[in-house]
């Protein structure tokens, strides 16, 4: 009988057509060491190392997302040491000192094992966070620990992020310029499928990229499940673990079963999750601002007042000054625009607002002329350019922990399952949903409001002289 083994073949995939590839010599002088390469292994590196009709790499950016202890990092070191033999600068980066460590005895390994020998074929450094091996007559790769500055003024044929879960923006600022004078430049993306507590964002964009037809350059490939699964279900095991029976076995596969549900799901069955999913404001930034208490106020409340994009709901929410010249803010409410805007004039009227702004092209004029109508005083409509300003405000202030909130649950929600969306082409940025069910309306409401407490000049008292 047959020995049954995992899926050789992505449960998920989008390649670019190439020309040819260079895969087979990879192969080759990887197995030299005595390694055998897995059929699912070499499924990947036959994209990753198609070349185009001008012999440049077909694929600017290659990602792919496997469950853990199934050898993806064998797949890297087959691409690096061939990236070696045609003389290209390399750099692996990883999340984890230990994990950068591993990836340059793994490739050492490889080298030795297959007849290279130090001094006569290469030369290594072995510093932690920092090694490196140079092949004397090719190409020279390095292992770094990433940073939010490592790699400036450096440059590189191929970038390898390890860990790509953990892969920050700021991370990517620092690293993705480091390839911009290669005349033939390329990206490696490994890792497993983001946590609740993973820190990076770019891995599930490069994903969400692809899938929605937004990159022309990228390829991917993962083993997943779609949705969260029954961990005793032997048929997922061999669907998303292509080694399951080449180096995993069931028992000890088995054995993880007791564990976290949804933890199982992602690291052994790759699921993608979204709740909590990379939002930009993590829960805990969110509830390190939180306050047991009202605190003292100071001055008059600002309105900000949001019109959803999609035409459904209008939100509102306040924000007024602290006496430690802090802002706090509280939403108060998101109905469907159907219920009409008497509500809304009504809390105006009897509040004591010194500005609203309402933003979103499906209401605010109405609702201009509906407080002309009630003599109140009127109201900002804000430029996309301030609108950009308030959402960079709002995430300054959160940085430097000048805003302070109540806790409510309907916002807490919101603000920590968004994330940004680019407006313009210049940096600028709001934020949207990652959940169906939670309305952004609610939390631009607050960036609104928050914006107007914070850029507006303090009333002075008129002082009367005699």
């Known amino acids: 009988m047959e020995k049954r083994i995992g899926s050789q073949k992505p449960t998920k995939k989008l ?266 404001i993590s829960r805990e930034e969110w509830d390190r601002l939180q306050v047991p208490a009202l605190p003292k106020l100071k001055g008059k409340l600002f309105a900000g007042i949001k019109y959803g994009y999609d035409g459904t709901n209008v939100a509102l929410s306040i924000a007024v000054k602290t006496d430690d010249d802090k802002v706090f803010v509280e939403a108060i409410d998101c109905r469907s625009i159907r219920t009409g805007n008497k509500w809304l004039i009504d809390f105006l009227l009897k509040a004591d607002v010194q500005e609203v702004v309402i933003d979103g092209a499906s209401g605010q004029n109405i609702l201009a002329e509906d407080m002309k109508k009630a003599k109140l005083k009127k109201p900002l409509l804000p430029t996309v350019k301030e609108y950009i300003v308030a959402s960079s405000t709002f995430e300054q202030s959160l940085f430097q922990e000048n805003i302070s909130h109540a806790g409510q649950p309907s916002l807490s929600e919101v603000v920590t399952n968004s994330e940004k969306r680019t407006i313009g082409t210049q940096g600028g940025f709001g934020y949207k949903s990652q959940l169906d069910d939670f309305d952004i309306a609610l939390m631009e409401s607050m960036i609104l409001a928050n914006w107007s407490c914070v850029t507006a000049k303090e009333i002075k008292k008129q002082k009367i002289q005699y």
């Open 15 to 280: 390649f670019l057509p190439y020309q040819e590839t260079i895969a087979d010599e990879a192969v080759e002088s990887y197995e030299k060491s005595g390694r055998k390469a897995y059929d699912w292994q070499k499924n990947l590196v036959n994209p990753m190392m198609g070349l185009n009709d001008d012999g440049l790499w077909t694929h600017l950016k290659f990602g792919f997302s496997i469950p853990r202890q199934n050898g993806k990092n064998e797949v890297v070191a087959i691409r690096e040491f061939e990236g070696l033999k045609r003389s290209e600068r390399i750099l692996h980066t990883a999340h984890r000192t230990t994990t950068s460590a591993a990836a340059f005895n793994r490739l050492l390994g490889i080298m030795e094992s297959s007849g290279l020998e130090e001094k006569t074929h290469f030369n290594k450094i072995k510093a932690t966070g920092r090694e490196s091996i140079e092949l004397i007559d090719g190409g020279r790769i390095d292992f770094r620990t990433r940073t939010s500055s490592g790699g400036l003024g450096e440059s590189f044929d191929l970038l390898v992020i390890d860990e790509a879960q953990e892969y920050t923006t700021d991370q990517e600022s620092a690293l993705m310029y480091t390839i911009a004078a290669s005349q033939n430049p390329q990206t490696v993306y490994c890792g497993t499928p983001p946590t609740p507590i993973s820190s990076g964002t770019i891995f599930n964009d490069l994903r969400n990229m692809v899938f929605e037809g937004d990159s022309i350059d990228t390829g991917w490939a993962e083993w997943s499940v779609e949705e969260q699964s029954e961990m005793r279900d032997v048929e997922l095991w061999y669907k998303t673990n292509p080694s399951l029976g080449l180096r995993l076995s069931e028992r000890n596969i088995q054995s993880e079963v007791r564990g976290d549900e949804i933890d199982f799901n992602i690291q052994r069955l790759g699921l993608w999750i979204k709740y909590n999913l990379k939002s930009a």
